[in-house]
């Protein structure tokens, strides 16, 4: 209800969970999944054969995939929850009626949407009251999301998934609720797509086995495809495990955090996807192949950006290299919660509806917006003449860059930790998890640091306060820099002797994260 334009139950996520009584990490897939008519052309017009400009896609029918967070809550709760969804959907229906005070993220986030807001009917009425963004101190109720919610409470999810919610989700996406005279103009053709109603019916939830590597004696797991976060962190975790960061100078670490990153990029972009078969994804995680990789890594220079993917063949005897391209990664936005209790499980979830805002839909008489995740896609093959294993395709989920995280020591809980940014969710996890254990920084310091996203792109996206730091001698190595105001907003929990929790969250980005504990 509070933070409707980065997460909902128009959206999914990835759900990973410690379980204090087994020891035993698991994993939910309730990534959005394409309908079973979308095929490998659909981000395509048909009519000049190019691509659709990313505005044009998202702001559509087309971008909506079925949702899976609100089947995500309801496998939770049946496997590892004491308490029904019905119950757990009581407070959010509350303070759905009753409304919140709006902030001034709120109002930001609604007038830099306000163009694509003002094109459908329901969207305009909820979140542009008066033709304006609603003031900061107002009070903004949404009865018909409580309204939504208690139905699922009485009902169950299948109110959802093929009932009566599940029919005007549908027919909002087949028939976008466009305004018959908007507020403010869209320069692109509002387009519908084609989820039906067998589409929600046949979602399911996924249980994946999570990806698992060692990082100086630290157990990393992690969520796999389609979700390329598990895999990639942990690739570059193995790169940089060649390398003793804590010994080396700031600007050494550094260098090796940034061209480890690249490579583990490359390699994520070439092979990662939802049908990557999972003996090439642990592949990518074996010491061997990140020794090849290192080796690519020149202590004074840094590569000339693209790299080249690597080989994962099991021969790890040269620093072979692929054939292949980089792949595109628009902003996106996205909700990361760490949570620990007092019997020591721990949740890591990240959920999201991906743009901010997602794709301007605000299903009728529902109260939530439909997600954009099916521009997560790449629209056209990004890899030449090698296959793109993240094109659409019927029933497939789109390639993610949610990585929930959680770090075991000799078998306990050691950190969790997760954020929101898109693509540059990878890099944040993996600066944090440098920081904490190679850099030598508490756990707060590791959060605060500034950051530096290293994507196998021509310049590093740094923001201002790592370009001015670390960044001319960085330069002086060929690295250059893009500044972006602020990359990330984790949310991390340390796990502490004698059952002691640090929890901590963003000191200023996105206004100050929220973190305590509960005695």
């Known amino acids: 209800m509070t933070e409707p334009f980065s997460a909902g139950i128009g959206g999914g996520g990835f759900f990973v969970y410690y379980d204090a009584r087994s020891g035993k990490v698991s994993t939910l897939d309730g990534r959005e999944t394409a309908p079973g008519s979308m095929t490998s052309t659909a981000f395509v017009n048909p009519a000049t054969g190019l691509p659709y400009a990313f505005q044009e896609a998202r702001v559509s029918g087309i971008s909506a995939g079925v949702p899976g967070t609100l089947a995500t809550w309801d496998t939770a709760l049946h496997r590892w929850g004491k308490r029904s969804l019905a119950t757990n959907l009581r407070p959010a229906a509350d303070v759905a009626r009753r409304g919140f005070t709006v902030d001034q993220t709120f109002a930001t986030q609604v007038s830099d949407n306000a163009a694509a807001f003002s094109q459908f009917t329901p969207t305009a009425a909820l979140f542009l009251p008066g033709g304006q963004p609603p003031a900061v101190g107002s009070t903004l109720r949404n009865p018909d999301l409580a309204a939504t919610y208690d139905l699922v409470a009485r009902r169950g999810i299948d109110a959802f998934y093929g009932g009566e919610v599940g029919r005007d989700i549908v027919q909002a996406v087949q028939h976008p609720p466009v305004a ?6 869209w320069q692109y053709e509002i387009r519908p797509g084609g989820m039906t109603l067998a ?4 979602y399911e939830v996924r249980r994946p086995a999570p ?27 193995n790169i940089l495990e060649r390398s003793d960061l804590g010994a080396l100078d700031r600007t050494q670490a550094l260098h090796r955090y940034l061209e480890a990153s690249a490579l583990a990029f490359a390699d994520r972009n070439r092979y990662v996807g939802d049908y990557t078969p999972r003996p090439l994804l642990d592949a990518l995680l074996t010491n061997g192949f990140a020794a090849e990789r290192a080796c690519q890594i020149d202590p004074l ?9 690597g080989v994962p063949d099991g021969r790890y005897d040269v620093c072979a290299t692929a054939t292949g391209g980089a792949s595109t990664d628009f902003g996106k936005s996205t909700t990361n919660l760490t949570v620990a209790d007092k019997w020591g499980n721990v949740v890591e979830y990240t959920l999201t509806i991906e743009q901010i805002g997602g794709n301007g839909i605000v299903v009728p008489g529902r109260g939530f917006l439909l997600n954009n995740e099916l521009t997560d896609f790449n629209f056209t093959n990004t890899q030449g003449t090698a296959d793109d294993p993240n094109l659409p395709g019927p029933g497939k989920r789109p390639r993610s860059s949610m990585a929930p995280t959680i770090v075991l020591q000799d078998g306990r809980p050691f950190l969790a930790l997760g954020s929101p940014g898109g693509s540059t969710i ?22 605060a640091a500034p950051r530096a996203t290293q994507r196998n ?35 991390a929990i340390e796990f502490l002797p004698r059952g002691k929790l640090l929890a901590c969250a963003e000191p200023i980005r996105r206004g100050t994260g929220s973190a305590g504990t509960v005695r």
């Open 180 to 185: 018959s005279a908007p507020a403010l103009p």
């Open 199 to 202: 589409d929600l019916r046949a």
């Open 211 to 237: 990806t698992h590597m060692v990082y100086r004696g630290y157990d990393v797991y992690g969520m796999a495809t389609p979700s390329s976060g598990g895999s990639t962190v942990g690739e570059a975790l």
């Open 301 to 309: 220079h840094a590569a000339a950006k693209p790299v080249l993917p």
């Open 426 to 447: 990878i890099t944040t996890v993996l600066q944090i998890l440098v920081n904490r254990i190679d850099l030598g920084m508490t756990l707060p310091e590791a959060l």
């Open 457 to 491: 792109t021509a310049a590093v996206v740094a923001e201002p306060a790592f370009i001015a730091g670390p960044g001319p001698a960085l330069g002086a190595l060929g690295h250059t820099f893009t500044p972006m105001a602020e990359i990330g907003a984790a949310t």
